[in-house]
Structure formats: C-alpha cells, structure tokens
C-alpha cells in the first residue's frame, strides 16, 4: 500500500505510532519502524538533551529503519531548552520530527535545514492551515476522539478528516480513533494519507509500560475514558480511574472557576508513577476512545501485519462487492482477523 505518507517518510506501510509520555521508548519505536511503520521517540520523558541522544543510539542500535521523535511545545515557566533536544535530533540522524502542542514556528527553520521532515499534530482544520502555511511537510490530524489532547472544537473524525481532505495540499495522517484495518480504510476513504495510533500501541507487548496499564486498557470499553481540565481549556482525554473522578469532583464543586494548582496532584507528574509502576489510579493518564476496539496484546509485528492483511482483505472482500456488476459478494461480517 503506497501513499503520500509512506512515500513522504521512506516507511512500508501507512502506520506511525504517537509520541505517549513515558511509553514512546526506543524499544517501542523500534518495534513499529521494524514492523514496516514510523516508531516515534517521545522527546521530553528524556529528562535532559543528552539522554534523548543516548535514547535516539539506543533506538538506532535496534534497527535500520526510519523513525522519528515527538517535541511537545508546552507553555511553561520554565521551558525545556528545546533547541537543545533539536539539536541532539538532528546530530542524531533523526530524518523525522512529529511536533505538538503550541506553534512549531521558530524550530521549522532548524530542522528542515538539516533535512528533517516535520509532521505537526493538529485538532482543527484551521490549525493544520497554519502548520502547512509554516512549511511542515504533513501534519496529523487529531479527532476528537483521541486521548491526550482533543482542542476544545470537539470535531469528530469522520467530519474533520474530509474537511482537512478539502482545504490541505500537504500529506496528513488520521488520529484518534484509530486501531485496526477498519480505521485504517476509512480513514484513507475520508482523505487521510495513513494513521498515528496511540493508545493501540500501548497495549503490545513491546510496549514499554508495566502490565497494569496494559490489563486497564484491555478491560476499558469505549464508554470509559473522561475529558477533565475543560474549565482551563486544556482539555485531555483521559482513562476512567480515581483521579480522573476526583479531578471531576473538583471541577464540579469549583463550578468551573478551578485552578491547575487545585489539580496538580491528580494531574502534575504522574506518568513515571503509572506507566513504569502500574500505580493506574496514581493519577490521570491519556487514554482514547479507541480502547473499546482493543480486544489483545499482540506483538507490534502482529498487530501491524493485522491491519494491514485486513485492509486488503475489507478492499478485495467487502468494498469491490458493493460494485455493480461485481463478482464478488460483499461479505456481511468484516470482524478483525485473530
């Protein structure tokens, strides 16, 4: 299956997995890269510049195919020093670079002069607009339906993909959501050149996280993620626990006028205590909708061969028999292969 994407990133298959803090290690990036799709690194869980280095070494020493690393651009009072990190990017060898958050502007210079291809994630038309505007090569465009964050327009895909489809000249990738050949092939009938999954990849057993994550996820139902921070206009996403009541609660009892001091605890530093203890109620953790599609804990290899055997499968079986005068019968149950 070749598209902009693939031809864009030197990958076999329409497939990049996302930056997730605290699971974006180089034993999960290297993973998806081998199996045929774009691994990213997650920058900023490296604590320093030169970590990330002996992350991207690390990575490299694991395989020959390309991969990138995710930068989110965070307001804050004391800002990580990100041309630092880019640096170690680029003397890194790292030919792909996924940003987020706020506007990638004053580092698109930096990196494309190194020959770095920059994919900025997006949640509104309006913003991918910006990002091509800027000359990033492709950006990923979030529904909202994603976990982490979803922007406050609250878009679902199936109306923002062929929007973005409409108004866009550069590459995209379709976000939130995405989980198996099914999303895979709508994604591509809405417009999309291929698919960023996250909360997917978290529950494979190359990913990095401890099992109580995982089980979590593997119970979830897509009725059992939350969006807390509304009142701040920082939404998340996020998997239905303990905290992520509380943090409602005090929403609720705040009436809307809450402070990020008032939440710190629930929601400030949380991660290393979830993912890599499997402390699951420690805190509020991002978690898409797309839990209710996740049924195993198959190997990257596995799951990425899955989607992509089912995808021509759902083509060749499914959609051509919708043709008149086909020959093929549409098949009435498309359920994922096991």
Same mark, same amino acid.
């Given at each position: 299956?070749r598209t902009?994407i693939?031809?864009?990133?030197?990958?076999?298959?329409?497939? @990049?997995?996302?930056?997730?803090?605290?699971?974006?290690?180089?034993?999960l990036?290297?993973a998806?890269?081998?199996?045929?799709?774009?691994g990213i690194i997650?920058?900023?869980?490296?604590?320093?510049?030169?970590?990330? /280095?002996?992350?991207i070494a690390?990575?490299?020493e694991?395989?020959?195919k390309?991969?990138?690393?995710?930068m989110?651009?965070?307001?804050?009072?004391?800002?990580?020093?990100?041309?630092?990190?880019?640096?170690a990017?680029i003397?890194?060898g790292? !030919? @792909?670079v996924e940003?987020?958050?706020?506007?990638? &502007?004053?580092?698109?210079?930096?990196l494309?002069?190194?020959?770095?291809?920059?994919?900025?994630?997006?949640?509104?038309?309006?913003?991918?607009?910006?990002?091509?505007?800027l000359?990033?090569? #492709?950006?990923? $465009?979030?529904?909202?339906?994603?976990g982490?964050h979803?922007?406050?327009?609250?878009?679902?895909?199936m109306?923002?993909l062929?929007?973005?489809?409409?108004?866009?000249?550069i590459?995209?990738?379709?976000?939130?959501?995405?989980?198996d050949?099914?999303?895979?092939? /709508?994604?591509?009938?809405l417009?999309?050149?291929?698919?960023?999954?996250?909360?997917r990849?978290?529950?494979?057993?190359?990913?990095p996280i401890?099992?109580n994550? !995982?089980?979590?996820l593997?119970a979830?139902t &897509?009725?059992?993620?939350?969006?807390?921070?509304?009142?701040?206009?920082n939404?998340?996403?996020?998997l239905k626990?303990? #905290? /992520?009541?509380?943090?409602?609660?005090?929403? !609720?009892?705040?009436?809307?006028?809450?402070?990020?001091?008032?939440?710190?605890e629930?929601v400030?530093?949380?991660?290393?205590k979830?993912m890599?203890?499997?402390l $699951?109620?420690?805190? @509020?953790?991002?978690?898409?909708?797309? /839990?209710?599609?996740?049924?195993?804990?198959?190997? $990257?290899k596995?799951?990425v061969?899955?989607i992509?055997?089912?995808?021509?499968?759902l $083509?060749?079986?499914?959609l051509?028999?919708?043709?008149q005068?086909?020959?093929t019968?549409?098949?009435?149950?498309?359920e994922?292969?096991?």
């Open positions: 299956m902009r693939t031809e864009l990133l030197g990958i076999e298959h329409p497939i @990049v997995q996302g930056g997730m803090h605290y699971v974006g290690f180089a034993e990036a290297a998806v890269s081998n199996a045929g799709g774009l997650t920058g900023l869980t490296q604590k320093t510049p030169e970590l990330l /280095a002996k992350e690390r990575c490299r694991m395989t020959d390309p991969f990138g690393v995710n989110s651009l965070l307001p804050s009072f004391n800002p990580p020093p990100y041309m630092e990190y880019i640096r990017i003397e890194g790292v !030919k @792909v940003t987020a958050g706020s506007n990638p &502007e004053r580092y698109i210079a930096s494309k002069s190194a020959n770095v291809t920059v994919i900025h994630k997006c949640t509104s038309v309006r913003h991918s607009l910006k990002a091509e505007q000359g990033c090569d #492709a950006v990923s $465009v979030d529904g909202f339906e994603c982490g979803p922007g406050e327009d609250d878009i679902p895909n109306i923002l062929p929007r973005a489809a409409e108004e866009l000249t590459p995209f990738l379709a976000s939130g959501g995405m989980a050949a099914r999303s895979l092939i /709508a994604a591509l009938a417009g999309a050149d291929g698919i960023n999954m996250g909360t990849f978290m529950a494979t057993k190359e990913a401890h099992e994550v !995982k089980q979590a593997l979830a &897509e009725l059992d993620t939350r969006l807390v921070m509304r009142p701040l206009r939404t998340v996403r996020v626990n303990k #905290a /992520a009541n509380k943090v409602l609660e005090i929403e !609720k009892e705040r009436m809307g006028a809450v402070t990020i001091d008032e939440l710190h629930h400030g530093g949380v991660y290393p979830v890599l203890d499997g $699951v109620d420690r805190g @509020v953790w991002s978690c898409g909708m797309v /839990a209710g599609l996740i049924h195993d804990i198959p190997t $990257v596995e799951l061969d899955r992509m055997i089912d995808a021509e499968r $083509v060749r079986e499914r051509e028999g919708f043709l005068g086909s020959s019968k549409p098949a009435t149950n498309m994922p292969v096991a």
